[in-house]
């Protein structure tokens, strides 16, 4: 599996952190920025991680930023991205297991780095379940055309 990861500046610190358990859980990343903690905006890497996965160039993307609200509404504005502020293992399970959401928006300044990482993992070894969720998916492909 391929993951796209990028972060503001107020997620660098914990998108370090969070590289380190894509390579332990043995898949391939890339880094999209920002690369230091200087003020970043977070626009910048949240449209590049979300083209990219939209594109299908990487299967998933994980966005950090300080609360994940302003990484979440900037990924869903790119067409073919359902990207899902997770707070909790529950929500990152639902978010991958029903809406088939293909970005997991984080908050560095809502979580410890250990309930992450733990968000981090549900969301990367949950599988869509298909069924009853992929008619409700398609009903948001043509929101996306309107």
């Known amino acids: 599996m391929k993951i796209r990861i990028g972060s503001d500046h107020r997620g660098f610190a914990l998108k370090i952190e969070l590289i380190s358990l894509i390579q332990h859980m043995g898949y391939q990343y890339e880094d ?10 977070y626009p910048d890497p949240a449209g ?4 990219k996965v939209a594109k299908e160039t990487f299967d998933l993307g994980i966005l950090i930023c300080g609360t994940g609200i302003g ?4 990924a869903n ?12 293992e529950l929500y990152a399970f639902k978010a991958r297991q029903h809406n088939d ?24 070894t949950t599988e869509f379940e ?6 409700r998916l398609e009903k948001i492909r043509r929101l996306e055309k309107d």
């Open 32 to 41: 999209e920025g920002c690369f230091d903690e200087e003020s970043a905006d």
């Open 48 to 51: 590049q991680v979300a083209r």
């Open 71 to 74: 990484m979440s509404i900037a």
């Open 77 to 88: 504005k790119v067409s073919g991205i359902r990207a899902a502020l997770c707070s909790n």
């Open 101 to 124: 959401a293909n970005i997991l928006c984080i908050g560095s300044e809502a979580m410890s780095s250990l309930q992450a990482t733990e968000v981090v993992k549900t969301f990367l």
């Open 130 to 135: 298909g069924g009853r969720h992929v008619r």
